[in-house]
């Protein structure tokens, strides 16, 4: 059984202040929640609709057609205290300046994921990594990609400072097809990818040393591509770069 108390209480871990206030997120599906136990995510409180109810899933759900299962899952603390200008070591990195729509951030982690990329720092106002709709599109991945909240401009400055490099993705950057690229593999790499509106942030920009672009196709009106197309792409062909290094 579940009190009512209990519903109001789970309901409202829809909204940011209430997750941010317990230290919690939502994790709803069979799957994601075995993600959550398997990856060592304390689960604070765990419901299933054969045990509380049909009725009682859907006052707790934020789906609109809920699963059997529900966690209330704690948050680590680097999802909550901004990284600043520290060392990061080798490895290619995603920095997402001011990415805003949960269904790109979702969709980014899912990419960091395939890839194994060696982490993702997030601008502190990119969307909320416990929204909902982002914790749903992860697929998963939320569970298993290295997460940080950080100050992107500090942080480049330190990548370039350890010797390594720091990608932008712009309209007007060097081709991505035709640039040399910076794997990772003996110094950090990091590619940041900006707004979906306004790109990447001036401030961000002047600390960015290598830009690129993803060419358009001739004859292309498209004024540019989402900005989760855009990362797997960018990221696809730096993965690729580091294959051929290994061969």
Known sequence: MISTKDIKRIKALGQKKFRDQEGVFVV???????????????IRECYRADEIGREAMERI???????PVLAVVE??????????????????????????????????????????????????????????????????????????K???PALCRAVKADGGEVYGTFLNGDNLYGAELCTGRDR??????????????????????RRITIP??????????????????TVAQFHRALCQEKE
């Not at 759900?61 to 699963?67: A, Y």
């Not at 982490?119 to 939320?142: C, H, L, R, W, Y």
């Not at 498209?222 to 990362?231: F, I, K, P, W, Y």
């Open 216 to 233: 358009a196709g001739a004859g292309s009106k498209a004024e540019s591509l989402n900005a989760a197309v855009a990362t797997a792409i």
């Open 188 to 209: 950090p790499v990091l590619i940041v990818i900006g707004n979906e509106a306004n790109g990447i942030s001036k401030e961000t920009a002047a600390e960015t040393n």
């Open 150 to 152: 950080a100050d992107i």
């Open 61 to 67: 759900s934020q789906l609109s057609s809920p699963s």
């Open 75 to 148: 948050k680590p603390e680097n999802w909550e205290k901004p990284l600043g200008g520290a060392s990061i070591g080798p490895g290619l990195y995603l920095a997402l300046d001011g990415i805003r729509d949960p269904g790109n951030l979702g969709t980014i982690l899912r990419t960091a994921d395939w890839f194994s990329l060696s982490g993702v720092f997030a601008s502190p106002d990119t969307v909320e990594i416990t929204n909902p709709k982002v914790v749903q599109s992860t697929m998963g991945a939320i569970f298993r990609v290295k997460y940080f």
């Open 28 to 42: 709803e599906g069979e799957k994601l929640v075995q993600e959550a136990r398997e990856s060592g995510f304390r």
